[in-house]
């Protein structure tokens, strides 16, 4: 998402993960591909086009907005509310309201439909716009059928002290409106931050406590430097996620995002930066939410998104969430252990020029055999056989090789096999 943004996804189980974060989630957002220029008929294409992309087939199964459904006060910061308190919805650009858009999308198959809710700052007479309406926005987003609520901090002040109370408002708001176990609660930029920003609070134990996923970084830009600042937030911290704990995320994904068309000063990733993206953040078990526009996405990167190989290294589990493993200039590996004593890993060439050939030492994986075969994740084709050390070819600038690493005796049976030979 773009530095504009920032953000808390909340739901309501009392520990989270033991319910709804068991696999880092996977869906489709609306803001990289349209910011606030979203309405009722095209939320309605782009999930159509996901459907006949085959992409909720492979398991893109939640369907987010972001900013731009909610009706504005006139004279004042924030959201309108009715006589009662609760939100309403632009009804211009939403004819059939919230709960008639959501029936649609939710009809077409898709899991869940996730909202927003801003948190904006005091207005001029010292009255804050959304705190302290918690409960009623949480049980509006139950009543019209939505499963996930992304609170947006924005412009709130960076003052650890109030992020807790907020997170904690609620989680018991989603409770006491009859959400508890059923609606998706992240934390993006009210605490929890991984990468030095103590000024909203560090990582806390409350953080798993209470959310099913965390933002570890900033919003991420349309840029590779960007992306590799959010990513290394990742770096040390594969031990803090999993099944039954929640998911570090480094914000949303920025491949086939086409910003030309809205922005002609930004030209996003190339096609090799986007997929290097998507393999890094399978490998860390990162949420894998889309950001494209679905009507317009090339074939090609429809290919790696929906990649079999690349989504079940994302949702695995074998015990940890995948990590930085190793490093020697500008080239890193990064590792993620599958079932069976396989091994997934990303080497990337994170500099500007073309890289020579590398070679990584197997036992820095975490592969625990003398000998690996090598499988490539994109093409299911076999690399090399029985090797000591991993020898990555020259990678281009941004590039990486996505690869499994294998031992035929780590295989108890047939379909042991079958998950790496799609």
Known sequence: MRATVACVILAATGVVGTKLATTPPLGWSSWNAFHEDIREERLVQQAKALKDLGLLAAGYSQFNIDSGWEAHAMSEPGPARNSSGFLVSNITKFPSGMEGTISQILSLGFSGFGMYAPMTPPGPDGVNRTIGFEGKDAAYFVQIGANWVKVDALKMPKDPTWTHDE???????INDAGGEGSFFFSNCHCGCMSNGDQRRGGFRKWCPELTDMWRTSQDVQPNFPAVLHNLDTLAGIGHQAGPGIGWNDPDILEIG???????????????????????????????????????KVSADVVAVVGNKGAIDVNQLWAGFAGDRVWQDGNFEAWAKPQPHGVVAIVVVNRGETLGSDVTVPLKSTGFNRTTATIVDVWTSTTVAQSVQTLVVP????????????KSVDTFHNESDVDFLEH
């Open 167 to 173: 997170v904690q408002r609620w989680r018991t708001g």
């Open 257 to 295: 995002v086409n910003y030309p068309e809205w922005d002609p000063s930004t030209p996003g990733l190339t096609f090799i930066e986007g997929r290097t993206q998507f393999a890094l953040w399978c490998v860390t078990s990162s949420p894998l939410l889309l950001g494209f526009d679905a009507t």
């Open 394 to 405: 020259v990678l281009d600038p941004h590039d990486s090789v996505f690869w499994i690493l």
